[in-house]
């Protein structure tokens, strides 16, 4: 285990509502990245929160928005759910300094399986 | 854009068969290079990693890669895979600023006793 923790483990949504996701970084980690895997592919860069700011973002719409809290853990808001939103979540901290210094390591959590029907 | 090609979706083997996964990125820049495992129901795990120096990199589990950079390839290899080494395995890429890694779709090896 990595000691990142995701919540919930699954969830059901229907189309245009509003799903909150959580993770809680591994101790001492200040990144998180999220990351979308839908089934069948390799995960996909959603964005990424260094110190609470986002600092870097995937090729995704504005609905899919984030928060980083002073502890480090973060969540992943997503508005007005569409089918094509059915997917793993996953999220992964990092140690060290500010992302892009270094050559760190992403620890990934068991992600949160989202169903939009 | 830069991408990451895993020739083989899935894969079945023997025990005690030799293993090669393909991995091919598009990207002519500095790169940190990736594999990670997904046992099932598990989640993702590094197996091995490449920033620089040796492009011959060992990682976990018996496995290793070698970094070609003309080639822009980071095949995984392990000479003799057993039943315990089921599991989706994925190549990824980092580049610029911040840790955004790019994956491969993955290849699902099944290794049969």
């Known amino acids: 285990e990595t000691g990142v923790t995701q919540s919930p483990t699954h969830l059901i949504k229907t189309r245009g509502q509003q799903v909150t996701l959580r993770c809680s970084s591994q101790?001492?980690?200040?990144?998180v990245s999220w990351y979308q895997q839908a089934l069948g592919q390799g995960p996909q860069f959603i964005f990424q929160?260094?110190?609470?700011?986002?600092?870097g973002r995937g090729n995704f719409p504005p609905r899919f928005s984030g928060l980083q809290f002073p502890n480090y853990s973060s969540e992943l808001n997503v508005n007005a759910l569409e089918l094509d939103d059915s997917a793993l979540y996953l999220c992964?901290?990092?140690?060290?300094?500010?992302?892009?210094?270094?050559?760190?390591?992403?620890?990934f959590g068991p992600g949160t399986r989202l169903t939009v029907t | 854009a830069q991408s990451v090609s895993q020739h083989n979706h899935h894969v079945i083997l023997s025990e005690a068969a030799s293993l090669e996964l393909g991995c091919n990125y598009s990207?002519?820049?500095?790169?940190?290079l990736f594999w990670y495992v997904q046992y099932p129901g598990q989640h993702l795990q590094l197996l091995l990693k490449y920033f620089s120096g040796d492009p011959l990199v060992k990682g976990i589990k018996g496995f290793e890669a070698e970094f070609i950079k003309s080639k822009f390839s980071f095949n995984l290899r392990k000479p003799s895979v057993q039943w315990s080494d089921t599991a989706e395995y994925f190549c990824?890429?980092?580049?610029?600023?911040?840790?955004?890694?790019?994956f491969g779709a993955g290849t699902r090896l099944a290794v049969h006793p």
């Open positions: 990207y002519g820049g500095t790169v940190n």
């Open positions: 990824a890429v980092k580049s610029g600023g911040y840790n955004k890694l790019i």
């Open positions: 929160y260094y110190r609470e700011e986002e600092n």
């Open positions: 992964a901290s990092t140690s060290g300094g500010s992302p892009g210094q270094g050559m760190y390591e992403q620890y």
């Open positions: 101790s001492g980690h200040n990144t």
